[in-house]
Nanobody
């Protein structure tokens, strides 16, 4: 059974940083593109960042230059380093594995002004 477990969310001040982690159980992690999505209250879920099996990355325009996605295949983990946080980054952040697909349970990120 595949499980995605996120951690690292919490409360940060504007301009601060947080690092999200997602550990994936099960096999074939290394061959799957992994994503971070987020959903703010009253808004649709949006794709924040993606990383392919070859470590090619892409980002939403709203987070480019501030967020960095990375992966450690030896640990079956994907990370999202979030710097220069803004109040509009407040959302529940979800880890997503495209092969499946599978979703994590989400972790809350709240940025105060």
């Amino acid at each position: 059974q595949v499980q995605l477990v996120e951690s690292g969310g919490g409360l940060a001040q504007a301009g601060g940083s947080l690092r999200l982690s997602c550990v994936v159980s099960g096999s074939i992690f290394s061959v799957s593109t992994m994503d971070w999505w987020r959903q703010a209250p009253g808004k649709q879920r949006e794709l924040v960042a993606s990383i392919s099996s070859s470590r090619s990355t892409s980002y939403a325009d709203s987070v480019k230059g501030r967020f960095t996605i990375s992966r450690d295949n030896a640990k079956n983990a994907v990370y999202l380093q979030m710097n220069s946080l803004k109040p509009e980054d407040t959302a529940v952040y979800y880890c997503h594995r495209r092969v499946g697909p599978y979703w994590g349970q989400g972790t809350q990120v709240t940025v105060s002004s």
